[in-house]
C-alpha cells in the first residue's frame, strides 16, 4: 500500500478544506487543519543549517513549535515528542517537517499523510524538494466564484485586482508544473458537489486506495478544524451546490467583466460558461495588469534566489520518511 505524501494546493476559496476533510475521512489518509510550517521551513532553510547535526534539527524542530504563526498548537500533537523525535530522526529538512504530519496520522491511526494549503500551489517546487514522491491535487473552481468568495473573508485585505490575479495565477501555476499523471491531479470543486462518490472514485484511483463512503461525510469529520476558522464553518453541514454560481449576484457588473475579460479563456479551459458580460474598461484591466506584472517580479525574483539557494544547500533537502523516500536517498525501502 502507498504511503506517499499527499498536497492539496489551489486558489484560496476554491473548496480545499471540503477536500482536506473527505480525504481525512479516509481510513488510511491523515490530512490536518491548514498550517504555515512547510513553506516557511523550506524558505528559512539556511538559517538552519545542516540538519546532519542533532542540535541543528533540534533548533529547527523548536521552531517548529515555538511560534503561533507555524499554527503546531492546532495539530495536537505533544511538542517534546516531536522535538525528541526530529532529534533522533533522519538528518534532512524534509524529514524534520514530514514528522510533523506523520505524527499527525499516528495519532489517528493513520499511514498516509500530507497538508493543505491553498497557496503551496506557487510553491510546488518546495513541495517536490521536499517530499519527492508526494502527489499534488489541484482542486479548481469557477474564478467568479474564488473572486466573490474572497471579497467576503475577514483575513483577505487586497483589493478585486489581486483577487483576480490569485485565481489566474494559480491556474497557470498548475499548467505549468510539469508533473506527470502519476503525481499531479485535477478536479473541479462544481464536480466534486454535484457528485462526490464519483469524482472521489476517480481522485482513489490516482492516489491507489481504495474509495470509502465515509468520504462523502466530510462534516462527520469537521471537529478537526480548529472552531475560530469561522469562514469554514460552511464544511460543517452537508455537502452542497448551493453556492455555484452566486458570483452572478455576489458581484457588481464592472466586476464580473473584469473577471470575464481576464479570466476569460481560462474560464472557458475548464468548462466555465461566461454571462455575456460586456469587455471590461481600460482603466480596469490596467490596473488588473499593473497587478499581474507586480507578482511575476515577485515570482522571478524568488526563482533566481532558490536557483543560487540550490547550489548551496548544507545539508540534505528531501525527507527520507516513507519507503519511496528512502529509496530516492539511495536508503532503501
Known amino acids: 500500500m502507498s504511503d506517499r505524501p499527499i498536497f492539496i494546493v489551489a486558489c484560496p ?29 523550506y524558505l528559512k532553510r539556511r538559517r538552519f543549517g545542516d540538519l546532519r547535526n542533532p542540535e541543528r534539527r533540534r533548533e529547527m524542530a ?43 496520522g499516528e495519532q489517528h491511526g493513520k499511514p498516509r499523510w500530507g497538508d493543505k494549503r491553498p497557496p503551496y500551489i506557487k510553491h510546488m517546487d518546495a513541495l517536490i524538494a521536499m517530499f519527492p514522491d508526494c502527489q499534488i491535487i489541484h482542486i479548481v473552481r469557477d474564478g467568479r466564484d474564488c473572486v466573490s468568495s474572497l ?19 494559480a491556474i497557470d501555476f498548475g499548467r ?10 485535477e478536479m473541479r470543486y462544481e464536480d466534486l458537489t454535484a457528485d462526490p462518490e464519483l469524482e472521489l472514485k476517480k481522485l482513489c484511483a490516482f492516489l491507489g486506495e481504495e474509495f470509502h463512503p465515509a468520504m462523502t461525510e466530510p462534516s462527520k469529520v469537521a471537529d478537526t478544524i480548529p472552531s475560530h476558522k ?23 457588473p464592472w466586476e464580473i467583466s473584469l473577471c470575464e475579460t481576464v479570466m476569460g479563456e481560462r474560464l472557458t479551459a ?7 458580460a460586456p469587455k471590461a474598461e481600460r482603466k480596469h484591466v490596467a490596473q488588473y495588469e499593473k ?18 539557494n540550490r547550489f548551496r544547500e548544507a545539508g540534505p533537502v528531501a525527507a527520507q520518511l516513507t519507503d519511496g523516500q528512502r529509496e530516492l536517498s539511495g536508503l532503501g525501502s
Request: proline fraction near 4%; aromatic fraction near 14%.
Open 13 to 41: 476559496r476554491s473548496g480545499t478544506t471540503l477536500l482536506q476533510l473527505m480525504l481525512h475521512a479516509h481510513p488510511r489518509i491523515a490530512i490536518p487543519p491548514e498550517t504555515r510550517i512547510l513553506v516557511q521551513a
Open 270 to 276: 475548464y468548462g466555465y460558461e461566461l454571462s455575456g
Open 291 to 308: 497587478t499581474a506584472a507586480y507578482w511575476k517580479r515577485r515570482y522571478r525574483k524568488r526563482a533566481v534566489t532558490e536557483w543560487f
Open 230 to 252: 469561522s469562514w469554514h464553518e460552511n464544511t460543517r453541514g452537508e455537502v452542497t451546490t448551493a453556492r455555484q454560481g452566486t458570483w452572478a449576484t455576489r458581484l457588481e
Open 176 to 185: 505549468k508544473c510539469g508533473l506527470g499523471p502519476d503525481s499531479y491531479y
Open 151 to 169: 471579497k467576503e473573508m475577514p483575513w483577505f485585505k487586497e483589493d478585486i485586482y489581486q483577487a483576480v490575479n490569485r485565481w489566474c495565477e
Open 62 to 104: 523548536q521552531w517548529v513549535t515555538g511560534g503561533h504563526r507555524t499554527q503546531f498548537g492546532d495539530l495536537g500533537i505533544d511538542k517534546h515528542e516531536f522535538i525528541e523525535r526530529a532529534v533522533a530522526g533522519p538528518g534532512s529538512l524534509g524529514s524534520v517537517v514530514g514528522l510533523v504530519y506523520k505524527m499527525f
